[in-house]
């Protein structure tokens, strides 16, 4: 099991910026497909942004334009960069690692699913406020 640890999370305002980081000591990271999961208070979780070990990105519509997803391998850490936060933005952010990831069809269809994910951080708190 490959052992994910965010960070970054905090409270903001309606506007502002955040950084989450994931980090593993798995050497195998570079080979993993990784993700952003976020769970609002009484909703399910879903997806955010997608990144391939090949550094394709995918993002859900909801945050396309103030999101990025990205990677740095030899770090073995995954960041996600949000801008213009919104209070619907406000959620516990988990990061996600699978060998393999979503199928080429819910890639196309930008389709982030929970069981697309062997492995799970602990998650981290977002809260924007209006």
């Known amino acids: 099991q490959v052992q994910l640890v965010e960070s970054g999370g905090g409270s903001v305002q309606a506007g502002g910026s955040l950084t989450l980081s994931c980090t593993t000591s798995d050497n195998k990271f570079p080979d993993f497909v990784m993700a952003w999961f976020r769970q609002a208070p009484g909703k399910e979780r879903e997806g955010v942004a997608c990144i391939l070990n090949g550094f394709s990105t995918l993002y859900v519509d909801s945050v396309k334009g103030r999101f990025t997803i990205s990677r740095d391998n030899a770090k073995k850490t995954l960041y996600l960069q949000m801008n213009n936060l919104k209070p619907e933005d406000t959620a516990t952010y988990y990061c996600?690692?699978?060998?393999?990831?979503?199928?080429?069809?819910?890639?196309?269809?930008?389709?982030?699913?929970?069981?697309?994910?062997?492995?799970w951080g602990q998650g981290v708190q977002v809260t924007v406020s209006s």
């Open positions: 996600a690692a699978d060998s393999e990831g979503p199928s080429p069809g819910a890639w196309a269809v930008k389709l982030l699913q929970e069981k697309d994910f062997r492995d």
